[in-house]
């Protein structure tokens, strides 16, 4: 079983930064990937970013640029550092940990971007 708290979500202005924190906890050692994911109103679940466990990240092409995901193995935590924020941006993000055979979700963190 793994844990999943995200946090750092938040309003903010068009053109602002926010930094996104999930901290797994657990079953940490069967982690191979760890993912954001967002959901906006009326729209499926998308990923934004994911980060494997060497180390190898890959972005939705909307945020490239944009957005930068991190790990810190130390505190097993995960973060999205988000620059350059759109009102396109506002979603609910969701952090997601992927081991074999089974995924973990967080319980999700609004982020609305809006003057």
């Known amino acids: 079983q793994v844990q999943l708290v995200e946090s750092g979500g938040g309003l903010v202005q068009p053109g602002g930064s926010l930094r996104l924190s999930c901290a797994a906890s657990?079953?940490?050692?069967?982690?191979?990937?760890m993912g954001w994911y967002r959901q906006a109103p009326g729209k499926q679940r998308e990923l934004v970013a994911g980060i494997t466990s060497g180390g190898s990240t890959n972005y939705a092409d909307s945020v490239k640029g944009r957005f930068t995901i991190s790990r810190d193995n130390a505190k097993n935590t995960v973060y999205l550092q988000m620059n350059s924020l759109k009102p396109e941006d506002t979603a609910v993000y969701y952090c997601?940990?992927?081991?074999?055979?089974?995924?973990?979700w967080g319980q999700g963190t609004q982020v609305t971007v809006s003057s």
């Open positions: 657990g079953s940490i050692f069967s982690i191979y990937v």
């Open positions: 997601n940990a992927v081991t074999d055979p089974d995924d973990y």
